[in-house]
């Protein structure tokens, strides 16, 4: 995909996410036409040759399944059990100030995931604990690195 074709794809998705601030019918309509699964492959793929496509293209997929999910059980279950995001909001979560757009809009569409959706709110919780454990073990072996150790031994 050519950079011009990752813009536009940015592009969509913020429209995406204007139009999905609308009603229920709209967000449906929006769900139904597969905007979902290609939203989350969108954060997923989209590469790091350019760092601000990538960042944009995370931070409106983000804002875009979190205006999907307000309100709207039916698309948070699409959102986290059909197309798998939960891990990839998650993740943004970690970036802090390298992209506070990004972040704020993982943390808002994990909030509106979450929201009356106890299955939801588990699967977020153990994604969570993922992350951090990860965390945890790269800390872990950049200390043993530190002192020449291997991070197998």
Known sequence: MTE??????????????NLAAGD???KFAIASAGAIPALVEMMESTPYSSVRI???A?????????NLAEGHAQNQTAICIA?????VLVQMLDWGLLCAGGNKAAERAL???????PQNQAAIAAAKERDEAIEFLRLEEAQRESYGASPWD
């Open 54 to 56: 990538r960042i944009h």
């Open 83 to 87: 197309a798998g995001a939960i891990p």
């Open 4 to 17: 011009q074709q990752e813009a536009q794809q940015e592009e969509a998705a913020r429209a995406l996410g």
């Open 58 to 66: 995370e931070e409106y997929g983000a804002s875009t399944l979190s």
């Open 24 to 26: 229920h019918q709209t």
């Open 111 to 117: 909030d509106n995931l979450a929201h009356n959706h």
